[in-house]
């Protein structure tokens, strides 16, 4: 068996997430959000070899085409999905610019997709974190094709504190997920469970002015119903109801997903206040009953239907249900 056989089935046999190293001359994932092969071998490889939970490391080249405050610096890290795509796929108008006019176009053209990625703040030098797979790999290969790093080097990156940040061809983040920074690790851990409290409790609950809400499914909605694409083509996963801050409610909804999870509820549109829960109340069953007409009911306060059509529909609805309420 080769060394690299041996190496390959050592790091098989040892648990843990597992990070790949890749060289490249900068980290802009909201411009491009796939990771670029030149050779369809390279990526064939990475596929073949690639396991459910990897990550990819990436650090500034060492080359003229880098920012010089970047070269051999850890850049950040990217979630991605092992399927093949073009990088025209995952490409903005920025990033197909800039490669015409670097002369660029037949460089990375067989990507994967990018689904999350999170930039390194600090300046770090690749090489302190990952001296072991700098010795026994050529750097040519690592920028070319990508390598696993040991466990021990992988299991130390992912101490590495970084920020969120947006991917091209993904639903964006609030203002909130872009600030701050968190080991790397963290993004993959199980959160605490709740110390429960015991005693007796007492509190009131005072009405207040509501507000009729559409929450829309950010994400592949054929993918999230099992469905062939052709089937929810321009089409959303919303979901309606009523609440005193819509923003909360969705924020609720959200904390049940996990922070790995594709899906992300966006509050979409808000109605006018009413005055009461009572009167919101009476006003979401109407706006339900006449959703249930004109979009398919998911069951529940869950409609799918054409998107444009959805927002029409809601701001005709409350706007009238607001009107009737509020004279009667």
Known sequence: MTEEGN????????????VWLRAEWGFDPQEGGYLGFTLEGNRTRFIREFREGDLVLIYGADQEQTRRDQRRQLLGFLEVEPIPITDVERSSEV???????????????????????WRVNRKIEAQHLARHTFETHNPILIASRCELLTPEEAEATLALPVTPVNVFG??????????????????????????????????????????????KLEGNAAAFLGRPPFEVIRKA????????????????????????????????????????????????????????????????????????????????????????????
Not at 9 to 17: D, I, K, N, T
Not at 95 to 117: M, S
Not at 185 to 190: C, I, K, S
């Open 7 to 18: 190496i390959s089935e050592a790091l098989a046999a040892v648990p843990g997430r597992r």
């Open 95 to 117: 990033d197909r610019r800039r490669k015409i006019e670097n002369g660029w176009q037949e460089r990375w053209t067989y990507g994967v997709p990018v689904k999350r990625a």
């Open 170 to 215: 993904e639903p964006p983040l609030s203002p909130e997920q872009l600030i701050g920074e968190v080991a790397m690790r963290r993004y993959f851990e199980p959160s605490r469970g709740v110390t429960p409290n015991f005693g007796n409790r007492a509190f009131s609950i005072e009405d207040a002015e509501n507000r009729l809400y559409v929450l």
């Open 237 to 328: 996963i919303v979901k309606v109801g009523h609440a005193k801050d819509p923003q909360l409610r969705c924020d609720a909804h959200n904390a049940h997903l996990p922070p790995a999870c594709a899906f992300k509820w966006r509050v979409h549109l808000i109605s006018p206040a009413f005055p009461g829960g009572a009167e919101a109340k009476k006003a979401e069953d109407e706006l339900k009953q006449k959703f249930a007409a004109s979009f398919e009911s998911l069951g529940g306060e869950f409609f799918l239907g054409d998107y444009s059509a959805l927002l029409t529909e809601f701001t005709q609805i409350t706007r009238e249900l607001s009107f009737v309420i509020a004279a009667s």
